[in-house]
């Protein structure tokens, strides 16, 4: 074989290459058709027309992916992207993330594509941030359109408590209606217009509280200019907006943390929040059907306390999960916003907090996390929660107090920070603030 290519001239060498290639281009198209019946750059084709229908404003061109002969969900679309069109979205694009294997179907094949519907909340989200879609997409033979028959959520354990950030507003109701202030966007079912119009300004005044009180104490670092919440009717939506909850959640507001563009792809040191989501449930007794204005408000100001923080989180050390966080200190620091910052003793919990010390006697250490799953016992730790706050505001001052819940966020463990920031080992500062609380409550 060598004598022969060696005796080939020049000319005869080039058509030789030029015969080899054409082989191997053909063996290797074959080899494609077999392991990626529906090509890679066309699915991706049809997220960039996808998006740019949605950028236009363009309806018709929006639904052209989604099989019309499914009526529900090109129904279920159309309302997508009239939602959609309420928003003020920034940065907006459907984006490729992870497909499955193929499955032949007929004389072609599908495929489970995830979606990353990357957006932006203009004037309220620091940076971009990613919901997940699943797409079941079609292709009946290979020269076939591609056309997608399934758009939901991705699948998840039914049997836990999972924050999937699927359904969002957008999807989850067929109408919304958007309430802006200047912190706050209120994203809600239709039929609870007058409901956004009457809490709107309660929402922007907590908003506007919290972040002064938290642009005065200094901490460094990126926090939110602004904040998206949705008010829902009843507990069963508040457990089935951007989460799945195995039973009917028991809270009245909650803040969810949703990811930044690029998590699963991200290092030890990228961002593990991008934003977070604050749901209320308006129907509510304690807070509003058979509540008090203030109580409304210290709701509000609780739960942005968290979105105000929660984009803060790091990873722990070493690993792409979230540091773990002491409960009395997120809790204690919302219910110290929560409370506007007024003295912790004036709290409504304190009446059940003095009736359980009565039973139990006082304790001598701050909770663990757990303890707040406790049934009939949670009102009391957040409340030692607040306790713990207040006194390390009273003790070292609210700027140090601050910078505390900062640090724990982005990950530094309880020991850690507590002799970093207040100069006292934990044990230290958890033997003061006993003393304090039997000191205080008497």
Not at 336 to 348: F, I
């Amino acid at each position: 074989m060598l004598a022969l290519v060696l005796a080939l001239g020049a000319g005869s060498l080039i058509v030789l290459k030029s015969y080899l290639d054409e082989q191997n281009d053909a063996s290797a198209a074959a080899l494609d058709d077999k392991y990626n019946p529906i090509r890679q750059e066309k699915i991706e084709a049809l997220l960039a027309e996808h998006t740019k229908a949605l950028t236009d404003g363009d309806e018709k061109a929006f639904l052209v992916p989604f099989d019309p002969t499914n009526k529900g969900l090109v129904g279920e679309q159309t309302s997508l992207y009239r939602n959609l069109s309420k928003l003020p979205l920034a940065d907006v694009r459907f984006t490729y993330r992870h497909k499955s294997d193929f499955r032949p179907m007929g004389g072609g094949h599908e495929v489970d594509v995830t979606v990353a519907f990357v957006h932006r909340f203009d004037g309220f989200d620091a940076g971009p941030v990613e919901e997940w879609y699943q797409w079941t997409i079609v292709q009946t033979d290979k020269d076939a359109p591609l056309k997608v028959t399934r758009a939901g959520g991705l699948p998840e354990e039914r049997k836990r408590d999972a924050i999937t950030h699927y359904p969002a507003p957008w999807d989850k109701w067929r109408d919304i209606h958007v309430e802006r202030t200047p912190h706050t966007l209120l994203i809600v079912d239709a039929s609870l217009r007058a409901e956004a119009q009457r809490y709107a300004p309660l929402a922007e005044q907590a908003a506007a509280e919290d972040l002064a009180a938290w642009r005065a104490g200094g901490v460094a670092g990126k926090t939110p200019s602004g904040f998206v919440l949705s008010l829902v009717k009843g507990r069963t939506e508040l457990g089935s907006l951007y989460r799945t909850t195995k039973e009917t959640p028991i809270e009245s507001g909650v803040a969810i943390p949703v990811p930044p563009e690029g998590v699963l792809s991200g290092d030890e040191n990228s961002p593990v929040v991008g934003a977070i989501r604050v749901v209320i449930d308006v129907r509510d007794k304690y807070h509003f059907t058979s509540g008090t204005c203030e109580r409304q408000l210290d709701l509000f100001r609780h739960e942005i306390g968290h979105a105000l923080v929660g984009t803060l989180t790091a990873r722990a050390p070493g690993s792409y999960l979230p540091g773990e966080r002491e409960k009395w200190v997120v809790e204690g620091f919302a219910e110290y916003l929560g409370h506007g910052r007024k003295p912790w003793l004036t709290s409504e919990r304190t009446a059940n907090g003095r009736a359980v010390i009565r039973e139990i006697g006082y304790p001598t250490s701050l909770p663990g996390s757990q303890d707040f799953d406790m049934e009939g016992r949670g009102d009391f730790y957040y409340w030692l929660g607040h306790s713990a706050i207040g006194f390390m505001v009273e003790r070292y001052g609210e700027q140090k107090m601050f910078q505390f819940v900062a640090e724990h966020y982005r990950s530094k463990k309880i020991d850690e920070v507590t002799r970093d920031v207040l100069g006292v080992s934990y044990e230290e500062f958890e033997k003061a603030w006993a003393a304090y609380l039997k000191a205080e409550v008497h």
